[in-house]
C-alpha cells in the first residue's frame, strides 16, 4: 500500500498586492508576458508539434486589437490522431505507480507556484481578470493539484469492504482509458487544470480542448506539465473550434469519459452525443458535466448588518464582471428592508472601479469578446424594460468589451433577466414578502448551484440549509469564492452533475471500481458463499 511523504494539504495563499514587493512583482510578470505575445502555438499530439493548419488569433478583451497569440486550429483528423496518441500512452501511463503520477502533479504545482504572477499576467491578458481574481485563480490551479494528487494515493490504497474467512478480497480503482477533456474560459487556468490533472493522477490519458478564448493560457499550463515531466501524448493539445474539434471528439467512438464545464446549452448537447453508441464503441460514455447558474442571495428582514450584506452582495454580482457560474445574478430581499438594502447595493455598484485589469487598479475589466458583449448588452436592453435600472446600464467597446456593472430593480422572479444565465455584470433584483416568499423564488429557477442567505435568524438558516436546493449553500457570506477542499464544488438541476470539484469524490468519477476475491479455503463454504451470486 502507498503511503505518501505529502504534508497535509493547505490552500495556497493569497497576494496581498498592497504590499510594494507584490504588486511590483505582478507588473514585472505583466512587462514578461507582454513581452511573448504575438507568438503562434502549435496542436501537440503525442508530443509532435503541428503547425500549418488554419489559425484564429487570441486577443485582449481590454485593448481588442492585441493580438496576444495565434493558434492552429485542429480538424477531425486530429482528433483521430489525438484519440490514437493518447491510447497509446494509456498503455504505460496506466502501469505507472501512483507516485510517479501524483508526484508529477506536486511538481507541477510547485513549478507554477514559483511563477504564479506569470500565470496571473497571462489571465488578465487574454480574459480580462483583475490583479485579484486572476492571483485567486492560479492559487486555486495550484490547489486542485496539490488536493488531487493526496486524494491520488488515498484511491490508491485498500479500501474498506467486508471480508470473508473464504476469500482474499479487495477492491481496487482502475482508470477509465482516454478522456476529452472541455473547459471553459471564465476560470481559464483553475478549472482547465482541475479538469486535467484529476484525469492524469488517476491514470486516464486525455485530449484536451481548450476554450477558444483561453487557449493561450492553456498552453502555458501545457507547456508547464510538459516541463514537468509529463510522457508525450498522455495530455494532447488539441486547439480548435467546438464545432470541427469538440463534436467530433465527444461522438468519438474510443472517447471512453467527457470532462467538460461550461454552458447548459453545449452540456445538454454533449451529453445527449455522448450517450448514441457509435459503432465500434465498447462502453457508456461517462459525462461529467458542469454547467451554468442563476445563483440567488437572500436578504431577510432580520439581518442587522446590511451594509455587510450589500458588500457581500456586490463582490458575489460583479467581481471578474459577473463571469462567474456562482455569481449572484438574482437579489432577492424581504420587501420589510427593499428600501433600505437596495441604495447601498447601488452605492456600492457605482463605486466600483471600472479599468484595463493590467492597470492593477481596476475592481471591474471588460467582459470576455465581442460575442459577450453582445449578448449582455441584449439582456440589458431586455432588462430595463423587465425593471428599473438603479445603476450602469453603459456599454463601450471603443478601446475594450466594457459594460458598466449593471443593477436593475423591481424584477418580477419570472422575467427573463431573473430566469436566464446572462453571465455578464447584471444585477435582477426581486422583492419577496417574507421568507417563505424568498425561498420559493430562489428555488423557481432550472439550476440549483450556490446560493446565499443573509440573516440573524438561526431557525431561518435551519430552513435555508433543509430547503434552499443549490449545491453550494452559503450562509451569511457571499456565494461566490469556493476553495478546493472545503467547499467541494457542483450544483443541482441543470447546473450540473454534481461533480464536486476539490471533493473526494471527484477523482471516483475519473475512475472505475473492479473487485477481486480469491478463493483460500476452498473446503470452508460459508453460508454467505451459497447466496452470494
Ligand atoms: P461554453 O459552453 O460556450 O464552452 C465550454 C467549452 O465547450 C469550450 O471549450 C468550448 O469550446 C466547448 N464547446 C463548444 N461547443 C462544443 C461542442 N459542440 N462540442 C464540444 N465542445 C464544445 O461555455 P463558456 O462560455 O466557455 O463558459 C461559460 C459557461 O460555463 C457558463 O454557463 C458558466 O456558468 C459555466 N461554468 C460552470 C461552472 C461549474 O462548475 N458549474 C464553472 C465555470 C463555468
Known sequence: MPTPSLPEFKNEALVDFTRPENKSAMEAAIAKVRGEIGREYPVVIGGERITGLSTWDSTNPAHKDEVLGRFNKGTRAH?????????????????????????????????????????????????????????????????????????????????????????????????LGVGAVIPPWNFPLAIMTGMTTAAVVTGNTVVLKPSSESPWIAYRFFALLEEAGLPPGVVNFLSGSGAEVGDPLIQHPRIRFISFTGSKEVGLHINEEAAKAQKGQLWIKRVVAEMGGKDAIIVDRETSNLDEAAAAVVASAFGFQGQKCSACSRLIVDEAIYDQLVPLVVEKTKA?????????????????????????????????????????????????FFIQPTVIGDVDARATIAQEEIFGPVLAIIKAKDFDDALRIANDSQFGLTGAVFTDNEE??????????????????????????????????????????????????????????????????TVQDAAAF
Not at 481 to 500: E, R
Open 460 to 525: 431561518k438558516l435551519d430552513r435555508a440549509r433543509e430547503e434552499f436546493f443549490v449545491g453550494n449553500l452559503y450562509l451569511n457570506r457571499k456565494c461566490t469564492g469556493a476553495l478546493v477542499g472545503v467547499h467541494p464544488f457542483g450544483g443541482f438541476n441543470m447546473s450540473g452533475t454534481d461533480s464536486k470539484a476539490g471533493g473526494r469524490d471527484y477523482l471516483g468519477l475519473f475512475l472505475q471500481a473492479k473487485s477481486i476475491a480469491r478463493k483460500v479455503k476452498p473446503e470452508s463454504k
Open 352 to 400: 466600483l472601479r471600472i479599468d484595463d485589469p493590467a492597470s492593477g487598479d481596476a475592481q471591474v475589466g471588460p467582459v470576455v469578446s465581442r460575442k459577450a458583449f453582445k449578448t449582455i448588452k441584449d439582456y440589458i436592453d431586455k432588462g430595463v424594460k423587465e425593471g428599473q435600472l438603479l445603476a450602469g446600464g453603459v456599454a463601450d467597446d471603443q478601446e475594450g
Open 79 to 175: 482528433v483521430e490522431q489525438a484519440v490514437e496518441a493518447a491510447w497509446k500512452a494509456f498503455e504505460s501511463w496506466k502501469k505507472q505507480p501512483v507516485d510517479v503520477r501524483a508526484g508529477l502533479l506536486v511538481r507541477a504545482a510547485q513549478m507554477m507556484r514559483e511563477r504564479k504572477h506569470e500565470f496571473s499576467a497571462a489571465m488578465i491578458l487574454e480574459v480580462g481578470k483583475t490583479w485579484a481574481e486572476a492571483d485567486a485563480d492560479t492559487a486555486e490551479a495550484i490547489d486542485f493539484m496539490e488536493f488531487y494528487a493526496r486524494e491520488a494515493y488515498r484511491y490508491a490504497s485498500e479500501q474498506p469492504i467486508v471480508k470473508v474467512p473464504s476469500e482474499d478480497n479487495n477492491l481496487v480503482y482502475i482508470p
